[in-house]
């Protein structure tokens, strides 16, 4: 019986170590099935906004977890949290499900950034990748803006330029 314990044991840690343990990455550019180069887009700072039932409740969960407000007001039905350089938003009452969000422009701290790449140069690739879009950036514009699309899990995804 011990023998089989330490078996399970040690194929477990063995497991749990391969996730912490990262591969060697291979040497060359990413590529695509076709062997052409992939340039990353540069979407900005990421959050994750929460459509949460009480307000208060997660933001003093949230508080546990060492985050602490950063924006937004009990009055306006959101909070923005902050842990270091991780960001949720909290909204009561504004839209049903979690949206993914990325600001570009912006850093972490709501910082305006001196370069990046504009929502609508954004919005051109992933057109030329044929995806699919739930709302766009007027093209003919510049400044702020938005777009959304869903991922295949249809997860909302938020790109959200205020400058």
Not at 2 to 9: D, R
Not at 89 to 103: C, D, S, V
Request: aromatic share 10%; hydrophobic share 40%.
């Amino acid at each position: 019986m011990k023998k089989a314990t330490f078996i399970i044991l040690g194929l477990a840690a063995a497991f749990c170590f391969g996730f912490l343990v990262k591969p060697p990455m291979a040497a060359g550019p990413a590529v695509s099935g076709s062997n052409t180069k992939m340039e990353a887009m540069k979407l900005g700072v990421f959050s994750v906004s929460l459509s949460v039932k009480d307000l208060q409740a997660s933001k003093a969960f949230y508080e546990n977890l060492g985050f602490r407000q950063f924006g937004g007001s009990m009055e306006q039905n959101y909070l923005i949290m902050k842990n270091e350089k991780t960001l949720i938003g909290l909204f009561q009452g504004m839209f049903e499900g979690n949206i993914l969000t990325f600001n570009p422009g912006w850093d972490e701290n709501a910082a305006e950034l001196d370069s990046f790449e504009d929502i609508r140069s954004i919005q051109k690739q992933l057109k030329s990748k044929s995806i699919p879009l739930l709302s766009e950036a007027d093209e003919s514009s510049s400044g702020p803006a938005s777009l959304m699309l869903r991922d295949p899990d249809g997860n909302l995804i938020l790109l959200d330029q205020h400058r």
